[in-house]
T-cell receptor, first 115, second 115 residues
Framework: AQTVTQSQPEMSVQEAETVTLSCTYDTSESDYYLFWYKQPPSRQMILVIRQEAYKQQNATENRFSVNFQKAAKSFSLKISDSQLGDAAMYFCALGVETSGSRLTFGEGTQLTVNP | DAGVIQSPRHEVTEMGQEVTLRCKPISGHNSLFWYRQTMMRGLELLIYFNNNVPIDDSGMPEDRFSAKMPNASFSTLKIQPSEPRDSAVYFC?????????????FGPGTRLTVL
């Protein structure tokens, strides 16, 4: 079975500053993917970034980057130059190839961006 | 691209009534997922289809829930009879491939309230 844990229910950051959201996971599989999804108040789930477990290089998407520590089973999301539009619930998710396309989600972290 | 379309966006019904949620995946996508989001349980996968065939329905809570995908462009999630504990936001998502590497695109969700 797969588990995903987000230990920070809430985080806040000042506009233009950097914030890191934490995520740990557990799986016995070697072939898996990790994702961060954003859910703004509109409740639309939006894919922010994706990391393949077999890649050592950390994924980046503009102001969003991850710190993937495979041995520690840690997958944190760093948001640089935070903007008001980044305010949302962020979910970490794990997908294991042997489980088909199913994703296991963490509990979520509510990010507030202060002007 | 219209994205994943769900209807209705909001549904309020009384306990015991039948509820049908609808989803139109992105054209060309061959995998479709139904998720449920609640405060208590977070995001849970209920069922997913690949090429219109149900692959994993282990997340369906009980026999009151059923899902169908009669063709590649339409799916339904039915609850009969509905109960107050079914109140949640139900998401539909689709992806181009049945492999976990495929990015899942979510619809806007249906907020269901059962009185």
């Amino acid at each position: 079975a797969q588990t995903v844990t987000q230990s920070q229910p809430e985080m806040s950051v000042q506009e233009a500053e950097t914030v890191t959201l934490s995520c740990t996971y557990d799986t016995s599989e070697s072939d898996y993917y990790l994702f961060w999804y954003k859910q703004p108040p509109s409740r639309q789930m939006i894919l922010v970034i994706r990391q393949e477990a077999y890649k050592q290089q950390n994924a980046t998407e503009n102001r969003f980057s991850v710190n993937f520590q495979k041995a520690a089973k840690s997958f944190s999301l760093k948001i640089s130059d935070s903007q008001l539009g980044d305010a949302a619930m962020y979910f970490c998710a794990l997908g294991v190839e042997t489980s088909g396309s199913r994703l296991t989600f963490g509990e979520g972290t509510q990010l507030t961006v202060n002007p | 691209d219209a994205g994943v379309i769900q209807s209705p966006r909001h549904e309020v019904t009384e306990m015991g009534q039948e509820v049908t949620l609808r989803c139109k995946p992105i054209s060309g996508h061959n995998s479709l997922f139904w998720y449920r989001q609640t405060m208590m349980r977070g995001l849970e996968l209920l069922i997913y289809f690949n090429n219109n065939v149900p692959i994993d329905d282990s997340g369906m809570p009980e026999d009151r829930f059923s899902a169908k995908m009669p063709n590649a462009s339409f799916s339904t999630l039915k609850i009969q009879p509905s109960e107050p504990r079914d109140s949640a936001v139900y998401f539909c998502a689709s992806t181009l491939t049945d492999r976990i590497s495929g990015k899942q695109f979510f619809g806007p969700g249906t907020r269901l309230t059962v009185l």
